[in-house]
């Protein structure tokens, strides 16, 4: 059965630090996806980014970072110079196989980031 | 371009009282569609699936219900909620782009 973990519940940095949110998987399947997404306080989730099993390379989107290491079976999350609007729970997920008809998602706990000014 | 559409956005009822939650989506057609609940504090689950009209799939034993009358809606019911029923209610539909697309929510409170 597929597993994510994020074993950070909260994290309070101060604005203009990095912080790094943790994301740790388990998976029988060779092809799977990685998803990260931001939950502000309004509730609604925001698609961050989705990585494929076979594609390691890591990306860069602004402030935002991913490092996908199969190795270490994690996909973790980083943002640089933190500002107040970063303030939100990040959820990490996992689907098994292809997205598609069965592409549940398993979703971690969540970690809920304040940013402080 | 494709939207989900998702109400009440809030509802408080009484324990035992039946309960109704709407999704539509736009932009898409057949889409494979997602209920998803988040309990106080903690992750998302998934309670149910359908990859097309009239078609459920039932991830955890409880106490609602789901179906999909039309191809574009998705509906989540109870008979008689219980207070553990309480949560944020999330729907979600799947395309080739992104994966999954939530809707805004229903933040639903059992008292």
């Known amino acids: 059965a597929q597993k994510v973990t994020q074993a950070q519940t909260e994290i309070s940095v101060v604005e203009k630090e990095d912080v790094t949110l943790d994301c740790v998987y388990e998976?029988?399947?060779?092809?799977?996806?990685l998803f990260w997404y931001k939950q502000p306080p309004s509730g609604e989730l925001v698609f961050l980014i989705r990585r494929n099993s076979f594609d390691e390379q890591n990306e860069i989107s602004g402030r935002y970072s991913w490092n996908f290491q199969k190795s270490t079976s994690s996909f973790n999350f980083t943002i640089t110079a933190s500002q107040v609007v970063d303030s939100a729970v990040y959820f990490c997920a996992l689907s098994e196989g292809n997205t598609g008809a069965n592409s549940k998602l398993t979703f971690g706990k969540g970690i809920t980031l304040s940013v402080r000014p | 371009s494709q939207t989900i559409h998702q109400w009440p956005a809030t509802l408080v009822q009484p324990v035992g009282s039946p309960l109704s939650l709407e999704c539509t989506v736009e932009g898409t057609s057949n889409p494979n569609l997602y209920w998803y609940r988040q309990a106080a504090g903690r992750g998302l689950q998934l309670l149910f699936y359908s990859v097309g009209i009239g078609q459920i799939s039932s991830e955890v034993p409880q106490n609602l219900s789901a179906s999909r009358p039309q191809d574009r809606q998705f509906i989540l019911s109870s008979k008689k909620l219980l207070l553990s029923d309480s949560g944020f209610y999330l729907c979600?539909?799947?395309?080739?782009?992104?994966?999954?697309?939530f809707g805004s929510g229903t933040r639903l409170t059992v008292v």
């Open positions: 998976t029988r399947d060779t092809t799977y996806y």
């Open positions: 979600a539909w799947v395309d080739d782009t992104s994966g999954y697309t």
